[in-house]
């Protein structure tokens, strides 16, 4: 019989944050804030299991009451500020998987600050990782209106010395319309799906090949200080029903 081909979904959701204390369960509209990535892995319907990585007694009882598996606490020597993906990743997938690792295709990184991630993202983002077998991982992109061409490095004296080397250039990249300047990308935190494989032989959630994924309108929106929590209020308030609409589960209603 050959290996079944899996996908798994792990939701990272450690107690310790600095510039919004306990973001993870913080309400928004009224539900703590990882519920909506929990729900949307879930009603996207393509993973056999949906993992909360946590090291917080609090966070895994919420996660369970909304419908995640969180077989058990994740170490403390894996949930500080600077740990590595990989260290969080790699135990979750030793100790709280149910699947035989031999089944196991796909693992998906969904962080819970990013709640305007829809279940249809994930299934779409899942469907064009796996039609393009070159890549070792997606991960979620959007067009950066920063370019580099326009930063620069300021010395001590504040003399500043442009970032790129001009030395090729005709006119300075810093003199040129930035909409004439290459289109260039940047990552965002929303979602990262990587090859079990490809994550074990290079010990690497990237891989080599990596593919970009075009996160839709405001789906990539990532929630990582007061400013930001502020603009997604601030959002709803103007756009009422861009924040999902989340079936309470029994135990709640």
């Not at 899996?6 to 309400?27: E, Y």
């Not at 590595?84 to 998987?97: F, G, N, Q, S, Y």
């Amino acid at each position: 019989m050959s290996p079944r081909n899996l996908d798994i979904a792990l939701i990272p959701a450690r107690q310790g944050s600095v510039r919004i204390p306990m973001k993870n369960t913080k309400p928004l509209n009224g539900v703590p804030l990882i519920a909506y990535t929990i729900q949307s892995a879930i009603k996207s319907n393509v993973f056999t299991e949906v993992i909360v990585s946590t090291d917080s007694p609090e966070i895994a009882k919420i996660a369970q009451e909304w419908g995640a598996q969180v077989p058990s606490l994740r170490p403390s020597e894996y949930a500080g500020s600077s740990s590595p993906d990989l260290e969080w990743v790699m135990h979750a997938i030793d100790h709280l998987i149910d699947s035989k690792k031999v089944e196991i295709e796909c693992v998906a990184i969904l962080r819970p600050t990013s709640p305007l991630r829809s279940p249809a993202t994930i299934k779409n983002a899942m469907n064009s990782f796996k039609n393009n077998i070159w890549a070792d991982s997606l991960r979620a992109m959007e067009v950066t209106h920063i370019h580099p061409g326009k930063m620069w490095r300021v010395d001590e004296g504040m003399e500043a010395r442009p970032y790129l080397d001009q030395s090729n250039q005709i006119t300075p990249t810093h003199n040129l319309p930035t909409q004439s300047l290459e289109k260039l990308w940047v990552q965002n935190a929303s979602l990262e799906i990587t090859r079990l494989t490809s994550l074990i032989e290079s010990k690497s959630i990237s891989g080599k090949r990596v593919m970009g994924y075009q996160m839709p309108g405001l789906e990539g929106l990532d929630l990582n200080s007061p400013l930001d929590w502020q603009f997604l209020e601030f959002l709803a308030r103007e756009q009422p029903g861009i924040i999902p609409e989340l079936e309470l589960p029994d135990p709640l209603k």
